[in-house]
């Protein structure tokens, strides 16, 4: 496993705009060469749920409908950091945000939770309208 810290999340209105980021620590190098990174969220009484996925090695990036074309996951190799960029925010992405990360690469199930080793605690992001 490798150690995440979430940060950047907040209050802010409806159609603005908040970038999370994610660092990671520990055994990065592994995760760096053939693993994976994202964010889930949580909204109060639904279920966690995926929002966006990173792949290390090559930067391919996979979305949520919910949120494709509004949200932007990247990541910086260097500092070991990924990096959700929201858009054009809705009451309905308020939720507690959730960095992950697994050493491998799932083609077929990285929307599952249980699909990656590493959580971070979460940060709240409100979206008021």
């Known amino acids: 496993q490798v150690q995440l810290v979430e940060s950047g999340g907040g209050l802010v209105q409806a159609g603005g705009s908040l970038r999370l980021s994610c660092a990671a620590s520990?055994?990065?190098?592994?995760?760096?060469?053939?693993?994976?990174g994202g964010w889930f969220r949580q909204a109060p009484g639904k279920e966690r749920e995926f929002v966006a996925a990173i792949r290390w090695s090559d930067g391919r990036t996979f979305y949520a409908d919910s949120v494709k074309g509004r949200f932007t996951i990247s990541r910086n190799n260097t500092q070991n950091t990924v990096y959700l960029h929201m858009t054009t925010l809705k009451p309905e992405d308020t939720a507690v945000y959730y960095c992950v990360a697994d050493r491998s690469f799932h083609s077929a199930t990285y929307t599952f939770r249980r699909s990656y080793d590493s959580w971070g605690q979460g940060t709240q992001v409100t979206v008021s309208s």
């Open positions: 520990g055994r990065t190098d592994i995760y760096r060469r053939h693993g994976m």
